[in-house]
């Protein structure tokens, strides 16, 4: 046995072995490294999305606002019909989905909200929006304008 273990073939062969090891420990380190450093530059520039989305957000709030005390006064124009979604910024989110982090940066419960906010908020649902709200919706005295006039969203369902 100590003959075998002395052999030239055994210590070449374990050299090997143990080489290829430490060179697959070694790429595996380095992979985990650039993959957690990517994951927390991709983090930095969602949180970066998220609050361009936020002040755009609230800046499409006080439009709506501006245009329903317009729409309760009846002093609507055909403008007041147009909704702009198109300065949301959904750009960072494919290359995240695609690579993984999106869901370990939002969780389950952060990626329903976030796909539910980018489906209501998009160039696409901003021309469904405008179709809704057609120029003779709300006129004043339409069952549209008592509703906005009472702040009960609700009953346009």
Known sequence: MSDFLTSTAFQQSFWLFLGVVAGALIQFLFHYIISRSQRGKAKKLFLVEIEINAEVLKTLEAEILRKKSRFVSGQ?????????FSD???RMVD???NTGHFHQIVGAVGVKSYFTFMNNLN?????????LL??????VGSRAHRCLS???ISCLR
């Open 123 to 131: 160039v696409q649902s901003q021309m469904i929006y405008k179709n």
């Open 134 to 139: 057609g120029p003779f919706s709300f006129r």
């Open 76 to 84: 609507q124009n055909e403008y007041d019909f147009n909704f702009d």
């Open 95 to 97: 290359p995240l989905i």
């Open 88 to 90: 949301f910024n959904y």
């Open 150 to 152: 009472r702040s009960h």
